[in-house]
């Protein structure tokens, strides 16, 4: 009697090794029923990660001496109260280890809202994550600005401060090319056939690096710019670390670096902002599963269920699907 076992995750950008694989579920010995179980990662003895037998759900402790990604472990089937709740993570969130890579940026296609997102704006992309977890807190009836922002999600928080700084941005980027293009025009003939491809040249970069001024009279514009970009940057950054560090004491993941603590995620999130924000939104939400949505709150459809589990979802997980039995 055979199952099939199939695996979906990555670690650390590792290549898939084991899906659509055969594997027996059930072997006849002295000690009765087996279920061979394809070890998603590379773990030490003692790690713990969600697999599925007969549409549910159970916990398989790594055993003595690890496991390396793709090896088969033997053990048996599971009594009727190891079986996990899934209503209490329908997500098949992983515990211990990342879902996938980090480079696995386009694992659900190129135009998936998880890769498009990230790419364009991968603040917005890590506010979807964060709403996931956020719950509203209550407070007085006194209403006020600082109370109004404090009771809106953190994907209305993220947006409306994108909003206000896009439109400071192009509105700077505006009063810069219609001032160099008055100034151009204010040019004597001789002094715009002396500096005219200079013009241009600089022109184009500081429209759209924001980095000298082609004239004088324009410098203070653009350091503006440079600054409202440099804080654009910053903020998005330390967005990305503060989320990826909450995910990973949440689900106890170990860094990529030496650095047990915020550092690690600090130096990932500044190298590989988008990947990074890409791998957090794919660990907390099972996209296999569920549809996702960019324009949503939580980055999903409204018929997913709530990735803490709060809402019993309306279906079991399928057999069919990918992976239908083991996606941590």
Same mark, same amino acid.
């Given at each position: 009697?055979?199952? =099939?076992?199939?695996?979906?995750?990555?670690? *650390?950008?590792?290549?898939?090794?084991?899906? +659509?694989?055969?594997?027996?579920?059930?072997?006849?010995?002295?000690?009765?029923?087996?279920?061979?179980?394809?070890?998603?990662?590379?773990?030490?003895?003692?790690?713990?990660?969600?697999?599925?037998?007969?549409?549910?759900?159970?916990?398989?402790?790594?055993?003595?001496?690890?496991?390396?990604?793709?090896?088969?472990?033997? @053990?048996?089937?599971?009594?009727?109260?190891?079986? /996990?709740?899934?209503?209490?993570?329908?997500? /098949?969130? #992983?515990?211990?280890?990342?879902?996938?890579?980090?480079?696995?940026?386009?694992?659900?296609?190129?135009?998936?809202?998880?890769?498009?997102?990230?790419?364009?704006?991968? !603040?917005?992309? %890590? /506010?979807?994550?964060?709403?996931?977890?956020?719950?509203?807190?209550?407070? /007085?009836?006194?209403?006020? %600005?600082?109370?109004?922002?404090?009771? @809106?999600?953190?994907?209305?928080?993220?947006?409306?401060?994108?909003?206000?700084?896009?439109?400071?941005? @192009?509105?700077?980027?505006?009063?810069?090319? &219609?001032?160099? @293009?008055?100034?151009?025009?204010?040019?004597?003939?001789?002094?715009?056939?002396?500096?005219?491809?200079?013009?241009?040249?600089?022109?184009?970069? +500081?429209?759209?690096?924001?980095?000298?001024?082609?004239?004088?009279?324009?410098?203070?514009?653009?350091?503006?710019?440079?600054?409202?970009?440099?804080?654009? &940057?910053?903020?998005?950054?330390?967005?990305?670390?503060?989320?990826?560090?909450?995910?990973? =004491?949440?689900?106890?993941? *170990?860094?990529?670096?030496?650095?047990?603590?915020?550092?690690?995620?600090?130096?990932?999130?500044? !190298?590989? #902002?988008?990947?990074?924000? !890409?791998? %957090?939104?794919?660990?907390? !939400?099972?996209?296999?599963?569920?549809?996702?949505?960019?324009?949503?709150?939580?980055?999903?459809?409204?018929?997913?269920?709530?990735?803490?589990?709060?809402?019993?979802?309306?279906?079991?997980?399928?057999?069919?699907?990918? #992976?239908?039995?083991?996606? #941590?």
């Amino acid at each position: 009697m055979t199952a =099939k076992i199939e695996n979906a995750s990555k670690s *650390k950008g590792e290549d898939e090794v084991a899906n +659509d694989i055969e594997e027996p579920l059930l072997i006849a010995n002295d000690e009765g029923r087996q279920i061979s179980v394809v070890a998603p990662s590379n773990m030490e003895e003692g790690f713990t990660f969600e697999a599925a037998v007969d549409g549910r759900l159970f916990v398989v402790t790594v055993p003595k001496g690890g496991v390396l990604m793709g090896e088969t472990i033997m @053990i048996p089937y599971p009594n009727e109260e190891d079986f /996990s709740d899934f209503s209490a993570n329908p997500h /098949s969130i #992983p515990t211990g280890y990342w879902r996938d890579g980090p480079f696995d940026l386009c694992v659900h296609g190129r135009t998936h809202p998880s890769a498009c997102c990230s790419i364009i704006c991968p !603040a917005i992309m %890590i /506010s979807q994550v964060q709403t996931r977890f956020w719950k509203q807190e209550t407070n /007085s009836n006194q209403w006020s %600005i600082v109370l109004w922002f404090r009771n @809106i999600s953190p994907f209305k928080r993220v947006f409306c401060l994108v909003t206000v700084i896009a439109v400071a941005f @192009i509105t700077l980027k505006i009063i810069f090319t &219609v001032n160099t @293009i008055g100034f151009y025009d204010a040019m004597s003939e001789a002094e715009k056939a002396a500096r005219r491809d200079e013009i241009i040249r600089q022109g184009l970069i +500081d429209l759209f690096f924001s980095v000298e001024g082609t004239f004088k009279r324009l410098r203070p514009i653009v350091f503006a710019t440079f600054l409202l970009q440099a804080f654009a &940057v910053g903020a998005t950054v330390v967005i990305i670390a503060r989320t990826r560090y909450f995910i990973r =004491k949440r689900y106890n993941i *170990k860094p990529y670096t030496p650095c047990n603590n915020s550092c690690d995620d600090c130096l990932v999130s500044f !190298a590989l #902002p988008c990947c990074t924000a !890409a791998q %957090i939104a794919r660990h907390t !939400a099972n996209y296999h599963r569920y549809e996702a949505k960019p324009f949503s709150q939580v980055g999903l459809a409204p018929t997913a269920p709530p990735v803490q589990g709060e809402q019993s979802p309306t279906a079991p997980p399928d057999q069919d699907e990918q #992976p239908p039995t083991l996606d #941590p």
